[in-house]
Every structure is written in C-alpha cells, then in structure tokens.
Nanobody, 118 residues
Framework: QVQLAESGGGLVQAGGSLRLSCAAS????????MAWFRQPPGKEREFVAA????????RYEDSVMGRFTISRDNAKNLLYLQMNSLKPEDTAVYYC???????????WGQGTQVTVSS
C-alpha cells in the first residue's frame, strides 16, 4: 500500500509559478506511471500530466504543454509538477496519482488547492 500526499499549492497571480510536490509513503519506484490530475471548480477531474516509471517519457494535456513540467525522484519518493506562466483557468484542486498496475491509477492523494488570480 502506498499513500500519496500533495503539497505546494496556494494563491498566485497570473503569470506566476508554483511547484507542487507529492510525497509517497512507500517505495515510489514500484509504481508505474505517475500523474497529476486537477479538478476546476464545478467541473470534472481532468488529466494534466504523466510520467513513466523511471522518468523516460512524459505526456501533457494540451493546455499545459510548454508551461508545466512533471518530474519524479524515485530515490526521494517524490513527484513534482513545476507550473509556470499560470493562468486563472489553471485554478483547481490538484491531485497526484500512481499506478501499481499499469493502466489503472490505484493510489490518489488528498489534493492541494491552486488558485490563480487575474
């Protein structure tokens, strides 16, 4: 069993930056893809970015491509999301997730709020 806990959210002005972290309680290297999702106010949860087990490949949702960077440090059991050039539409609760079985996000964090003011 792996527990995930996000941190690093907050209030930032448009154009600013934030770095989210996700700490895993267990050995994160046993997880396959890890990802960030977000849920904007009044909307469904949506995919933001994902990274493969050893970090060799990443993928991003189109609206964050070139602004957000996902990375992982398996030795430290940490997943990151560097968010630059933030926009008000990036306002959401951000969740990290991990796959124990490829194709299924088995583990989820509790979420961290990111609010971008215009």
């Amino acid at each position: 069993q792996v527990q995930l806990a996000e941190s690093g959210g907050g209030l930032v002005q448009a154009g600013g930056s934030l770095r989210l972290s996700c700490a895993a309680s267990g050995r994160m290297s046993r997880l396959y893809d890890m990802a960030w999702f977000r849920q904007p106010p009044g909307k469904e949860r949506e995919f933001v970015a994902a990274i493969s087990r050893f970090g060799s490949s990443t993928r991003y949702e189109d609206s964050v491509m070139g602004r957000f960077t996902i990375s992982r440090d398996n030795a430290k059991n940490l997943l990151y999301l560097q968010m630059n050039s933030l926009k008000p539409e990036d306002t959401a609760v951000y969740y990290c997730a991990g796959e124990e079985i490829p194709g299924t996000y088995d583990y989820w964090g509790q979420g961290t709020q990111v609010t971008v003011s215009s």
